[in-house]
Structures are given as C-alpha cells and as structure tokens.
C-alpha cells in the first residue's frame, strides 16, 4: 500500500514501513500509554512517523505472506 506523506504526518509500525522515499527522514515515536499496562494499548510500542514530501509503502500485515503452491 502507497501512502502519500505530504498533507500530513504518516505513522507505521516498524515492521509494516518497507520503503520510503530518500527525501522523508523517518521519526521513531513511542505509543506507550497506561492502557498498554493493563492490555488496552494498541500493541505497538514505537512506531515511525514519516512526514514531508514523498511517499511509504507499508505492508499490510505484519504476518508471513502465505505462497500457493502450484
């Protein structure tokens, strides 16, 4: 998924962000609150944040991609 950056800021996880344009200097930000003490947090620690001209492709889903077999 292409993600354009430049209206306003963008945030993915680490795992999610594959590539960005050379032009956007990616930002680590924590989304540590309370509720991630008790299980109500999003289950993202840190995230990236990626604002500016340009663009990031972010994967879907953080699980193994599943190849058919032919």
């Given at each position: 998924m292409l993600l354009n950056c430049s209206r306003q800021p963008t945030f993915a996880a680490p795992q999610a962000a594959t590539c960005w344009s050379a032009?956007?200097?990616?930002?680590?930000?924590?989304?540590?609150?309370?509720?991630?003490?008790?299980?109500?947090?999003?289950?993202?620690?840190?995230?990236?944040?990626?604002?500016?001209?340009?663009?990031?492709v972010i994967r879907p889903s953080e699980g193994q991609p599943v190849v058919a077999s032919p």
């Open positions: 032009n956007l200097q990616p930002q680590i930000k924590s989304s540590f609150t309370l509720g991630s003490l008790i299980g109500r947090g999003s289950g993202e620690s840190f995230q990236l944040a990626f604002h500016g001209p340009g663009s990031v």
